[in-house]
C-alpha cells in the first residue's frame, strides 16, 4: 500500500481496503471489507468483496446480457459492489489482464474493469486469473469518508490478492482484521470511557 495524500494534505486511500467497525449502524456495510478504488478530494469509490449476492449468479447475469460461458460460470457469486448503482457492473481483477476499452489500474496488483468486454473474456476463458463481478459500488462524496474514519467506522488495512480472491467470504472480515493484528472477537459494537 502507497500512501500518498490528497490535494486537501488527507491520507489518499486508494489501493487500500476498508474493514468496517462493528455498530456501523448501516447494514449494507456491516462487516463489510471494502477495497478502494479511487479516492480525492472529490469523494471516493470502492468495492464490498465479502457479500455475495444471494439473488445474482454471474451465469444468470451473463445469460442476461447475452453473453455464452462456459457451464462453470454458473456457481460463481456476483458480489454487492455497494449501495450506489446498483444496475451497474465491475470487476475487480489482478493486473493480469487489461481491457482493450477501460480497465483502472488501481496499483501493482489490483485493476478493476466495468465494461462488458471483461466479461466476455471471463465467460471465453481468456479473461483475468483472479476476479470477482459485482453489481453496484460504495461511493463517499468530498470529505465524507474522511468524517466516517474520524469517527472510527472503518479500519484501514493493506490489500492482500489472497484475503480478496482466494478466503471464503464470511472469513474475509476477521482475516482483514487478523492482518492488523486484531482478533475479531476484540471489538465491541459499543463505545465506552475509562
Known amino acids: 500500500m502507497q ?4 490535494a486537501s494534505g488527507a491520507t489518499d486511500l ?11 449502524g448501516d447494514p ?7 477495497y478502494m478504488c479511487a479516492h480525492s478530494d472529490d469523494g471516493a469509490m470502492g468495492l464490498i468483496v465479502n457479500k455475495p449476492s444471494a439473488d445474482v449468479s454471474l451465469g444468470a447475469l451473463l445469460q442476461q446480457l447475452e453473453i455464452e460461458g462456459s457451464s462453470g460460470l454458473d456457481r460463481k457469486s456476483v458480489y454487492f459492489g455497494g449501495p450506489v448503482e446498483m444496475g451497474r457492473g465491475f470487476v475487480l481483477h489482478g493486473a493480469d489482464y487489461r ?5 483502472l489500474q488501481v496499483d501493482d496488483t489490483f485493476c478493476m474493469t466495468g465494461t462488458l468486454d471483461v466479461l466476455e473474456h ?4 481468456d479473461g483475468p486469473s ?9 461511493g463517499w462524496g468530498p470529505g465524507q469518508l ?7 467506522a472503518w479500519l484501514v488495512c493493506a490489500p492482500d490478492p489472497a484475503l480478496v480472491f482466494a478466503t471464503p467470504d464470511e472469513q ?7 492482518r492488523l493484528g486484531i482478533p475479531a472477537l476484540a471489538l465491541s459494537a459499543e463505545g465506552g470511557r475509562a
Not at 470477482?132 to 459500488?137: E, P, T
Open 14 to 24: 486508494t489501493g487500500s481496503m476498508l474493514i468496517a467497525m462493528p455498530g456501523m
Open 28 to 34: 449494507r456495510f456491516e462487516h463489510a471489507v471494502i
Open 172 to 178: 474475509k472480515w476477521g482475516a482483514a482484521l487478523k
Open 99 to 103: 481491457s482493450d476499452l477501460t480497465t
Open 3 to 6: 500512501e500518498s495524500q490528497t
Open 122 to 125: 471471463i465467460a471465453r476463458g
Open 146 to 152: 474522511e468524517q466516517e474514519l474520524a469517527q472510527n
Open 130 to 138: 483472479q476476479w470477482l463481478a459485482m453489481l453496484g459500488y460504495a
